[in-house]
């Protein structure tokens, strides 16, 4: 099996910056898929291919992905980006599709 | 406006069956990939299974092989995944979502229950 690992909780003030990580072994090949899940709701995709912004995601939000590592940023994060995000991403085959088991981004 | 609306969710009891559906609309559904993807409560999300456009690739969680099987008509714009043998660690929200080549999967409908309790 495959595994993404991500930590459990991220908390910051209001207009600091947020990371959260996500490491895996295949991540140096494969790409990094990042997503926003609201309490109640849909998650919702904030980053796709590592670094890029769907339209109609806020500027805020950025991606990398260096080696077994990718890491979602959330700059001068406010209340409303409070929510849990997950990592997203396949395995070396290409066939096992994998979630991280979320981070939950608190911000007070 | 691409919309995805799953239905088929209820309570089961251990041991039996339920067929989910997810209605596509807004984009031509034939020529993508589509999966379903589920949340026990109060947990993360949990790949469950995958099927290419034309239906003739199928793929499953470790977790679920053997006793799901994910289908999809084409003429009708639904997919589909057949439950059997369920368990009551099978109790989540089941997503359907559509694949797409660069932005992964996206978007995703809102969801249907399954519970599993005797």
């Known amino acids: 099996s495959y595994e993404l690992a991500q930590p459990p909780s991220v908390s910051v003030s209001p207009g600091q910056t947020a990371r959260i990580t996500c490491s895996g072994d295949a991540l140096p090949k494969k790409y990094a898929y990042w997503y926003q899940q609201k309490s109640g709701q849909a998650p919702v995709l904030v980053i796709y291919?590592?670094?890029k912004r769907p339209s109609g995601i806020p500027e805020t939000f950025s991606g990398s992905s260096s080696g077994t590592m990718a890491t979602l940023t959330i700059s001068g994060a406010q209340v409303e980006d409070e929510a849990d995000y997950y990592c997203?991403?396949?395995?070396?085959?290409?066939?096992?599709?994998?979630f991280g088991g979320g981070t939950k981004l608190t911000v007070l | 406006e691409v919309q995805l609306v799953e239905s088929g969710g209820g309570l089961v009891q251990p041991g039996g069956s339920l067929r989910l559906s997810c209605a596509a609309s807004?984009?031509?559904?034939?020529?993508?990939?589509m999966n379903w993807v589920r949340q026990a409560p109060g947990k993360g999300l949990e790949w469950v299974s995958g099927i290419g456009a034309g239906g003739g690739s199928t793929y499953y969680a470790d977790s679920v092989k053997g006793r799901f099987t994910i289908s999809r008509d084409n003429s009708k714009n639904t997919l589909y995944l057949q439950m059997n043998s369920l368990r009551a660690e099978d109790t989540a929200v089941y997503y359907c979502?559509?694949?797409?080549?660069?932005?992964?999967?996206?978007?995703w409908g809102q969801g249907t229950l399954v519970a599993v309790s005797s």
């Open positions: 291919e590592d670094s």
């Open positions: 997203y991403s396949t395995d070396s085959s290409g066939n096992l599709w994998v």
């Open positions: 979502a559509k694949v797409d080549a660069a932005f992964g999967l996206d978007p």
């Open positions: 807004g984009f031509t559904f034939s020529s993508y990939a």
